[in-house]
Protein backbone atom coordinates (compact mmCIF):
# COMPACT_ATOMS: atom_id res chain seq x y z
CA UNK A 1 0.00 0.00 0.00
CA UNK A 2 3.02 2.17 0.36
CA UNK A 3 3.94 2.21 -3.06
CA UNK A 4 0.07 2.74 -4.18
CA UNK A 5 0.51 6.05 -1.58
CA UNK A 6 3.73 7.22 -3.15
CA UNK A 7 2.56 6.39 -6.75
CA UNK A 8 -0.62 8.62 -6.25
CA UNK A 9 1.38 11.61 -4.57
CA UNK A 10 3.36 11.75 -7.23
CA UNK A 11 0.59 11.65 -9.69
CA UNK A 12 -1.08 14.58 -8.05
CA UNK A 13 1.85 16.49 -8.09
CA UNK A 14 2.55 16.25 -11.73
CA UNK A 15 -1.08 17.15 -13.13
CA UNK A 16 -0.78 20.25 -11.55
CA UNK A 17 1.98 21.16 -13.60
CA UNK A 18 -0.22 21.04 -16.36
CA UNK A 19 -3.24 23.01 -14.60
CA UNK A 20 -0.38 25.83 -14.64
CA UNK A 21 -0.13 25.54 -18.41
CA UNK A 22 -3.56 25.64 -18.75
CA UNK A 23 -3.85 28.75 -16.52
CA UNK A 24 -1.44 30.53 -18.56
CA UNK A 25 -2.90 29.86 -21.78
CA UNK A 26 -6.17 30.88 -20.43
CA UNK A 27 -4.50 34.09 -19.75
CA UNK A 28 -2.55 35.08 -22.66
CA UNK A 29 -2.97 38.39 -23.94
CA UNK A 30 -4.73 38.02 -27.44
CA UNK A 31 -1.80 39.88 -29.08
CA UNK A 32 0.80 36.77 -27.83
CA UNK A 33 2.97 36.68 -30.39
CA UNK A 34 3.06 33.28 -32.33
CA UNK A 35 6.18 31.88 -31.02
CA UNK A 36 5.24 32.32 -27.36
CA UNK A 37 1.79 30.62 -27.96
CA UNK A 38 3.31 27.81 -29.31
CA UNK A 39 5.83 27.41 -26.62
CA UNK A 40 3.44 27.13 -23.93
CA UNK A 41 1.71 24.23 -26.38
CA UNK A 42 4.66 22.54 -26.48
CA UNK A 43 5.03 22.78 -23.22
CA UNK A 44 1.22 21.17 -22.12
CA UNK A 45 1.84 18.59 -25.05
CA UNK A 46 5.16 17.62 -23.23
CA UNK A 47 3.00 17.72 -19.80
CA UNK A 48 0.30 16.00 -21.56
CA UNK A 49 2.73 12.70 -22.56
CA UNK A 50 4.15 12.72 -18.85
CA UNK A 51 0.51 13.40 -16.88
CA UNK A 52 -0.74 10.52 -19.42
CA UNK A 53 2.43 7.91 -18.75
CA UNK A 54 1.36 8.29 -14.42
CA UNK A 55 -2.24 7.38 -14.58
CA UNK A 56 -2.36 4.79 -16.05
CA UNK A 57 1.17 3.38 -14.11
CA UNK A 58 -0.89 4.20 -11.11
CA UNK A 59 -3.93 2.42 -11.86
CA UNK A 60 -2.27 -0.82 -12.82
CA UNK A 61 -0.93 -0.86 -9.83
CA UNK A 62 -4.24 0.33 -7.46
CA UNK A 63 -5.62 -2.63 -9.79
CA UNK A 64 -2.98 -5.32 -8.62
CA UNK A 65 -2.85 -4.29 -4.97
CA UNK A 66 -6.96 -3.58 -4.56
CA UNK A 67 -8.17 -5.88 -6.92
CA UNK A 68 -5.31 -8.10 -7.96
CA UNK A 69 -5.64 -7.72 -11.11
CA UNK A 70 -2.31 -7.79 -13.70
CA UNK A 71 -2.93 -5.46 -16.59
CA UNK A 72 -0.08 -4.61 -18.87
CA UNK A 73 -0.95 -1.85 -21.10
CA UNK A 74 -2.86 1.75 -21.06
CA UNK A 75 -5.92 0.54 -22.67
CA UNK A 76 -6.48 -2.63 -20.52
CA UNK A 77 -6.20 -0.64 -17.41
CA UNK A 78 -8.34 2.19 -18.80
CA UNK A 79 -10.99 -0.56 -19.82
CA UNK A 80 -10.57 -1.94 -16.42
CA UNK A 81 -11.99 1.36 -14.91
CA UNK A 82 -15.04 0.43 -16.75
CA UNK A 83 -14.92 -3.24 -14.99
CA UNK A 84 -14.70 -1.91 -11.56
CA UNK A 85 -17.27 0.69 -11.94
CA UNK A 86 -14.45 3.48 -11.50
CA UNK A 87 -16.02 5.11 -14.84
CA UNK A 88 -18.79 5.12 -16.62
CA UNK A 89 -18.53 4.34 -20.60
CA UNK A 90 -18.29 8.02 -21.53
CA UNK A 91 -15.75 8.27 -19.10
CA UNK A 92 -14.11 5.42 -20.55
CA UNK A 93 -14.13 6.54 -24.00
CA UNK A 94 -12.70 9.91 -23.09
CA UNK A 95 -9.44 7.53 -21.21
CA UNK A 96 -9.32 5.38 -24.57
CA UNK A 97 -9.27 8.98 -26.84
CA UNK A 98 -6.33 10.16 -24.70
CA UNK A 99 -4.51 6.65 -25.43
CA UNK A 100 -4.96 7.32 -29.19
CA UNK A 101 -3.78 11.65 -28.68
CA UNK A 102 -0.97 10.24 -26.58
CA UNK A 103 -0.02 8.34 -29.52
CA UNK A 104 -0.22 10.92 -32.36
CA UNK A 105 2.19 13.41 -29.87
CA UNK A 106 4.87 10.71 -29.73
CA UNK A 107 4.90 9.41 -33.16
CA UNK A 108 4.32 12.60 -35.61
CA UNK A 109 4.62 16.12 -35.66
CA UNK A 110 2.36 17.89 -37.08
CA UNK A 111 1.79 21.87 -35.98
CA UNK A 112 -2.54 20.94 -37.28
CA UNK A 113 -2.48 17.80 -34.83
CA UNK A 114 -0.65 19.57 -32.23
CA UNK A 115 -3.38 22.05 -32.13
CA UNK A 116 -6.14 19.61 -32.18
CA UNK A 117 -4.18 17.95 -29.04
CA UNK A 118 -3.84 21.07 -27.43
CA UNK A 119 -7.45 21.74 -27.74
CA UNK A 120 -8.35 18.30 -26.11
CA UNK A 121 -6.15 18.53 -23.53
CA UNK A 122 -8.62 20.42 -20.63
CA UNK A 123 -11.01 17.62 -21.67
CA UNK A 124 -7.65 14.99 -20.80
CA UNK A 125 -7.10 16.52 -17.77
CA UNK A 126 -10.54 16.43 -16.12
CA UNK A 127 -10.82 12.88 -16.81
CA UNK A 128 -7.61 12.23 -15.13
CA UNK A 129 -8.47 14.26 -12.26
CA UNK A 130 -12.24 12.35 -11.60
CA UNK A 131 -10.48 9.02 -11.80
CA UNK A 132 -7.69 9.54 -9.63
CA UNK A 133 -10.00 11.29 -7.22
CA UNK A 134 -12.28 7.87 -6.97
CA UNK A 135 -9.07 5.72 -6.56
CA UNK A 136 -7.32 7.92 -3.79
CA UNK A 137 -5.16 4.91 -1.48
Given at each position: ???????YQ???KATKTIEVVLKKLNNAPSNIKEDDLR???DSLIHR??????LPWKYLKLYFEEIF????ASPRKVFQECLTQKITD???TKKLLSMV???????HTYDETISDQITA???QHYAIIKTVIERTKP
Open positions: MERLESSQLIILQFEYCYEGVELREEDDRNKTTKIP
